[in-house]
């Protein structure tokens, strides 16, 4: 111990070998994990399959047939009595509102100010997002065709 | 700048309309009379040419959002950013275009 390692002191005389080895100071935040790199990497995904579900969507419900003039209770009891259409319609709805949700948390993050008005607005963000996936998840679960007494469904008219 | 400012704007209008969409798809689980009334108004040429706003936003969004995503991912996506922004309105306006001629007969006619 003779000689002395030799310093460069940046940090208040800390030998750069200490420095390097290890901080002083935390550079990571443990608090939140990796949620906003998660969260980015969400948009990228769900927005890739969300281009293919809403312009299938767009496609099948306003440029064929009829487009807007078609849609009725009928039109939607059709196409609810396939599996296809409800798994199509059920990950578009998960994935859409997540999406979205996602997208304007990032915008009250952007514009707002005080933490009191950041806080209500989030949480009216997330009370809309809870009410619209557990009411749409229910209605394309539950949805029952045969209430319309003029069905022509073949599983309304067998029963 | 001006894409990014459209994209939020369109993106928010999106979110607006997936939450007054799923609330009017839930009338299946009333009625189909109260279904069709509110699909009725959807008929409309004045809520016919806001649906045409609609797609409109969902067409830019979208194209955009790939945009975004190769400038992220893809090596040349920097450089290639406002190239990749004419590739967006040329795509927007293939799409929209006839889609605007359908739809506008289809309210309309």
């Known amino acids: 111990m003779s000689t002395p390692v030799p310093t460069s002191s940046t940090d208040r005389g800390r030998p750069v070998t200490e420095l390097t080895t290890r901080s002083p100071y935390q550079r990571t935040s443990r608090a939140r994990g990796n949620f906003e790199l998660w969260s980015w990497l969400f948009m990228r995904g769900s927005g890739v399959v969300l281009l293919v579900l809403v312009f299938g969507h767009l496609f099948v419900n306003l440029m064929l047939g009829e487009g807007i003039k078609a849609i009725n209770f009928a039109f939607v009891a059709g196409k609810w009595s396939s599996p296809f259409w409800q798994t199509w319609d059920l990950v578009m709805l998960w994935l859409a509102e997540l999406h979205g949700v996602n997208g304007v948390r990032t915008i009250i993050n952007d514009y707002t100010e005080r933490d009191s008005t950041r806080l209500i607005l989030k949480s009216l963000l997330a009370l809309s997002a809870v009410l619209t996936l557990v009411l749409g998840t229910l209605v394309i679960f539950t949805f029952d065709p045969c209430i319309d007494p003029a069905s022509t469904l073949s599983q309304c008219k067998a029963q | ?109």
């Open chain 2, 1 to 109: 700048m001006w894409t990014w400012v459209a994209h939020r704007i369109s993106g928010v209008l999106i979110f607006l309309f997936l939450f007054a969409h799923v609330l009017d798809t839930a009338l299946v689980r009333v009625s189909p009379d109260a279904y069709n009334s509110i699909m009725h108004t959807y008929k409309t040429p004045i809520v016919g040419l806001g649906e045409l706003g609609l797609v409109a936003a969902v067409i830019f969004h979208a194209f955009n959002g790939i945009r975004l995503i190769l400038v992220d991912f893809w090596s040349r996506g920097t450089r290639l950013q406002r190239q990749m922004g004419w590739a967006v309105v040329a795509l927007f306006v293939i799409l929209f275009v006839p889609f605007a001629i359908r739809h506008l007969i289809n309210v309309f006619a």
